[in-house]
């Protein structure tokens, strides 16, 4: 495999979705409100990206079965239309073609299915952590609607990794978009992080999104 690989399982029908996506990263803050997201909006799993830039192991299950690293787009059509990506891992942060690759990719394949909004969810690391979730957004208006909704404006930072290069390609792509950030120390799987962020998350996009907690 020289190129990333998108297998799709089926092609749902969506309206207007909002690609959200969130994966392993500072906190695991991404990857658990995406699953969190994923199992209170009944979404199913619809397609696989694998690419040669992830790590070089397989995951082995308890049947001893195994499979290469992969993100996974779960489709949710009860209430808002949400495409959500998680995955097992990203590049290596200093391989940086390859983040910006598959961050590519992944918007090329949104696009087709009709996504023009894009939600990326992350940590930010804070050595003496509040209760604060933050919001960086493509425009004033995404910035202010998250912050009626109970985040606060994340100011002259950075966002490494996909959750950062994702906004900023969608940007140059013309897309609306925002992350939604939780603070964190980034020691270790901030789980109640997580929870604030997606509290936040569900206000934003609506009532209609379970809250599940």
Known sequence: MKNTQIREIFRPELKDPVLVIGLPGIGNIGKIVSRLLIEFSRASLFAELYSPT??????????GICRPPKYEFFASTTGRNLVILTGDSQPALEEIPAHYEVCSDVLDYAVKL??????TIAGAVSPQPTHEVY???????EAQKCVENGAVIYRGGKIVGAHGILLGLAEIRGLTGFCLLGSTSGFMVDREAALRVYKVLRRVLGTDVQEGL
């Open 54 to 63: 992830f790590p070089d192991y397989v995951f082995i299950n308890n049947k």
């Open 114 to 119: 009709g996504c023009r909004s894009v939600i």
């Open 135 to 141: 919001v960086a957004a493509i425009s004033k208006k």
